[in-house]
């Protein structure tokens, strides 16, 4: 009897130790699906980070601005990583994550976050008109000077004959003697028809 009764403790003590290993192994692997949805919204840029998500289950994620989508729905295992450029906005636009896995609706998530306007890193223009920078005027430009050389003056009748002496105008030094000799022989001329008509005068 006693050796019985220490079987069957012996066996109870393995049951025990079995089932604390069992519950100790399916303890440790719950973390492994703990799905871990972490995401982001800044003025320009939307981050997710999807884990510990399903592996064999088909995940789907979805993003949308304003109700526009930014990222259609997309399917994912196990887990999910993306960064996307929000559109330009000039207000502030709701950003919209939907999860939905594929091991259990408690596991899906539907939440919204705000992306606000980005800042204009660009200085605003000063009121204060700058001062005038006097301005310097250029010279007037001048006629072009010409490149060609000057005209050579045409040369000046010479008025001294070859060899030196006066050029030649026309008259010489013997002028004036065959002029008067031709006075005298008019003269003579005249003189003696007067004494020719004076003689026949005499006759008649």
Same mark, same amino acid.
């Given at each position: ?128 008109? !700058? +001062?005038?920078? &006097? @301005?310097? %005027?250029? $010279?007037?430009? =001048? ?7 000057? #005209? /050579? !003056? +045409?040369?000046? &009748? @010479?008025? %001294?004959? $070859?060899?030196? =002496? ?7 030094? #013997? /002028? !004036? ?28």
């Amino acid at each position: 009897m006693t050796e019985i009764r220490r079987t069957w403790r012996r066996t109870g003590a393995l049951i025990a130790v079995a089932s604390a290993g069992a519950f100790g192994v399916g303890f440790s692997a719950a973390p492994a699906l703990a799905h871990t949805p972490v995401w982001s919204v800044t003025c320009d840029q939307v981050s997710v980070d999807l884990t510990a998500y399903s592996p064999t289950k088909d995940n789907t994620v979805t993003i949308t601005v304003d109700g526009k989508d930014l990222l259609p729905t997309k399917t994912f295992k196990k887990e999910f990583h993306d960064k996307l450029g929000l559109p330009a906005h000039d207000k502030e636009v709701t950003v919209r994550l939907i999860v939905k896995a594929g091991d259990g609706d408690q596991f899906s998530r539907d939440e919204t976050k705000t992306a606000p306007v980005c800042e204009d890193d660009t200085p605003s223009p000063s009121t204060t008109p !700058p +001062s005038p920078t &006097p @301005s310097v %005027s250029s $010279p007037a430009p =001048g006629p072009t000077p010409s490149t060609s050389a000057p #005209a /050579t !003056p +045409s040369a000046e &009748p @010479s008025t %001294s004959a $070859p060899g030196g =002496g006066l050029a030649e105008t026309g008259g010489s030094s #013997a /002028t !004036p003697l065959i002029a008067g000799a031709a006075a005298v022989v008019i003269l003579a001329g005249g003189g003696i028809m007067w004494a020719a008509r004076k003689r026949r005068s005499a006759q008649h």
